[in-house]
């Protein structure tokens, strides 16, 4: 089984900067893609970036500028520097990846394992 373990959470104020930080353990096995998704209170968990097979980056376009995922699919660890942060980033942020070959990086069907989430609160 494979564990992920998102940290690096916590307050800040708009325009502030938080860098989350997703590890994984557990079986190793190849990942082909790892991806942030985050969900506001009361909404439906939300892409935010992603790894891709080929080793770019995907984002979301409300983040696109903003937001920085870093590392590879071999890493055991992968960043989301996050800058200009608004209040309408708050959220808890999840961890997810997969080890299947697949075409889509913006649904939670596109991801086999989850992390637990991090909070992320932004005051305005």
């Known amino acids: 089984q494979v564990q992920l373990v998102e940290s690096g959470g916590g307050l800040v104020q708009a325009g502030g900067s938080l860098r989350l930080a997703c590890a994984a353990s557990?079986?190793?096995?190849?990942?082909?893609?790892v991806g942030w998704f985050r969900q506001p209170p009361g909404k439906e968990r939300e892409f935010v970036s992603a790894?891709?097979?080929?080793?770019?980056?995907v984002y979301a376009d409300s983040v696109k500028g903003r937001f920085t995922i870093s590392g590879d699919n071999a890493k055991s660890t992968v960043y989301l520097q996050m800058n200009s942060l608004k209040p309408e980033d708050t959220a808890v942020y999840y961890c997810a990846a997969r080890h299947r070959w697949a075409s889509g990086y913006y649904e939670t069907s596109d991801y086999d394992y989850w992390g637990q989430g991090t909070q992320v609160t932004v005051s305005s």
């Open positions: 557990g079986r190793s096995f190849t990942r082909r893609a």
């Open positions: 790894v891709t097979q080929s080793g770019g980056a």
